[in-house]
Structures are given as C-alpha cells and as structure tokens.
C-alpha cells in the first residue's frame, strides 16, 4: 500500500485563494509541519515566530486563568491562518494555542509574512477579513458560554469544528472538550449521551458518530448560525457546505486517550 501523500499548501481555503503571483511568492518558503493531539502551537507571551497555514487540523486558542483553568475563544481550521498578531502589532499572543484535532500545517516565517504585508496587497486584505470573522467568533462564543446549555454549546462546537476539516473526522479525549467548553467532564458526557437520546449521534467507547447534521445544526444555539452567516460573507472563497445524505459521508469525532506537545 502505497504512502499517503503529503497535503498540498492549496488544501488551506485562504492559501488557495491567493493569485498565483503571490503563490509564487511564498510558497517556497512553507515549511509543512505534523501537528499531534494538544501540541502547543502558541503560548501566552512568548514570541511568534511563524504563521500557520492549517490543512488538515483543528486549533483551539484558550484563555487560561491564574488558577490553571481554561477556556477556548475561537477555533482556527483550514479556512484560515493562526498568528493573526503578527499582523495586528503584536509579537506575541495573551491567549494559548493548542493542537484540538491532529493533522498538518504548512507554516511561514514571521519576517516572510511581513515582507508581503508591507506589500499592502491581496494577502492583507484576505487576513483583514479573517480577522473581522474571528471576532464575530469570539464574541459570540463568549455570549454562548454564558446564556446556553452545555449540550447547544457542544453541538455549537461540533459543527464549527467540521465546517473547519477537510474530512470528517475529530480526534481529542472527553476532558480536552471539556477543557474547550470550560466545562466539567460529567457535563460533556451528560451532554454527548443526551445527543445519543434523541439521535443525532451514536456514542461508544468514546467514539460519536453524527448521525443527523441537520437535527444538530438544529438543536444548536443561534450563536452556531450568527458564525457561520458570518464565515461565509467575509470568506467568499471558502466552499459551500453541503448537507451529509449518504451514510459514508457521515462525520466522526473519536475521544482517544493520549497526549502530545509540539514546540512553538
């Protein structure tokens, strides 16, 4: 059986969106990287030295309070970049970030991306409009956190987190989503099996199936809707989503147990 091949830069929507002049441009200069389950990408304070283009991976970034606990804000896929600080002024980030499903990234060096900021171009623009959706993110995951249920926040998380994959499949334990959600464990688990209850997914021996996308988008909170509509106007360039229809094509989170770190 023949290897799988590596992931092409293009795989991330707003690399794929650029004019092949600014390709030409950068693309000798990714690096792709493995990103394992929980690395730290990102850590409070410490210097960015590359932007990270994901491909195939999911990142959470997480405030984390004094007395350890943490809570994430947004999450980054293949729709976007992670590093947007870089950008803004800043040379490091006061929230955390962490690998929330494995997969790969190509990264750019920090002098590269502001080489062709100062073109004032099209990749500007594009992060600009990224950025305006990663606030509407945060700000309505702050709303969500403190107005719904677990279970809407769950679904909430769940189909931000697949609209962000180029396949449909998750992997991380039951107490990192707790950890994503700022919730206890027992919460997720009373959450994941009320889902179960009602079938929308099928949950054994900490693998969920949906089974029911619509049903899920339905028993969300409007904060999922408020994102998405959001998403879609600021990206133009990002594929429709499309309802599952098809048995093969049903999305699949699998809660492992397991930890890695990967060096900012």
């Not at 870089?86 to 929230?95: A, D, K, N, T, V």
């Given at each position: 059986?023949?290897?799988k091949?590596?992931?092409?830069?293009?795989?991330?929507?707003?690399?794929?969106?650029?004019?092949?002049e600014?390709?030409?441009?950068?693309?000798?200069?990714?690096?792709?990287?493995?990103?394992?389950?929980?690395?730290?990408?990102?850590?409070?304070?410490?210097?960015?030295?590359?932007?990270?283009?994901?491909?195939?991976?999911?990142?959470?970034?997480?405030?984390?309070?004094?007395?350890?606990?943490?809570?994430?804000?947004?999450?980054?896929?293949?729709?976007?970049?992670?590093?947007?600080?870089?950008?803004?002024?800043?040379?490091?980030?006061?929230?955390?970030?962490?690998?929330?499903?494995?997969?790969?990234?190509?990264?750019?060096?920090?002098?590269?991306?502001?080489?062709?900021?100062?073109?004032?171009?099209?990749?500007?623009?594009?992060?600009?409009?990224?950025?305006?959706?990663?606030?509407?993110?945060?700000?309505?995951?702050?709303?969500?956190?403190?107005?719904?249920?677990?279970?809407?926040?769950?679904?909430?998380?769940?189909?931000?987190?697949?609209?962000?994959?180029?396949?449909?499949?998750?992997?991380?334990?039951?107490?990192f989503?707790?950890?994503?959600?700022?919730?206890?464990?027992?919460?997720?688990?009373?959450?994941?099996?009320?889902?179960?209850?009602?079938?929308?997914?099928?949950?054994?021996?900490?693998?969920?199936?949906?089974?029911?996308?619509?049903?899920?988008?339905?028993?969300?909170?409007?904060?999922?809707g408020?994102?998405?509509?959001?998403?879609?106007?600021?990206?133009?360039?990002?594929?429709?989503?499309q309802?599952?229809?098809?048995?093969?094509?049903?999305?699949?989170?699998?809660?492992?147990?397991?930890?890695?770190?990967?060096?900012?």
């Amino acid at each position: 059986m023949s290897p799988k091949p590596p992931p092409h830069p293009r795989q991330n929507h707003l690399l794929a969106a650029l004019s092949p002049e600014v390709q030409d441009r950068l693309f000798p200069y990714l690096e792709l990287v493995a990103l394992p389950l929980r690395a730290l990408m990102y850590e409070s304070g410490r210097p960015m030295r590359h932007v990270y283009f994901p491909t195939d991976a999911i990142v959470s970034l997480q405030y984390v309070m004094e007395n350890g606990a943490s809570t994430a804000i947004l999450v980054v896929g293949n729709e976007g970049l992670l590093g947007i600080t870089l950008f803004m002024g800043g040379e490091s980030s006061p929230s955390r970030s962490v690998v929330q499903s494995a997969g790969h990234a190509y990264r750019l060096p920090r002098s590269r991306v502001k080489e062709e900021f100062k073109r004032h171009g099209e990749l500007l623009l594009l992060m600009l409009r990224y950025t305006q959706a990663l606030i509407t993110q945060v700000a309505q995951t702050a709303v969500c956190n403190r107005h719904h249920a677990i279970d809407q926040q769950l679904c909430r998380w769940l189909l931000l987190s697949l609209d962000r994959l180029s396949n449909n499949h998750l992997t991380m334990t039951q107490e990192f989503i707790a950890n994503m959600l700022g919730v206890r464990r027992e919460g997720v688990t009373q959450a994941a099996l009320k889902l179960q209850q009602l079938g929308v997914i099928s949950y054994s021996r900490g693998l969920i199936k949906v089974l029911d996308r619509p049903q899920l988008e339905a028993l969300s909170c409007e904060c999922y809707g408020v994102v998405k509509k959001e998403t879609d106007v600021l990206l133009h360039y990002m594929p429709q989503r499309q309802v599952i229809k098809d048995a093969s094509a049903i999305p699949t989170v699998t809660l492992p147990t397991g930890n890695a770190v990967l060096a900012a």
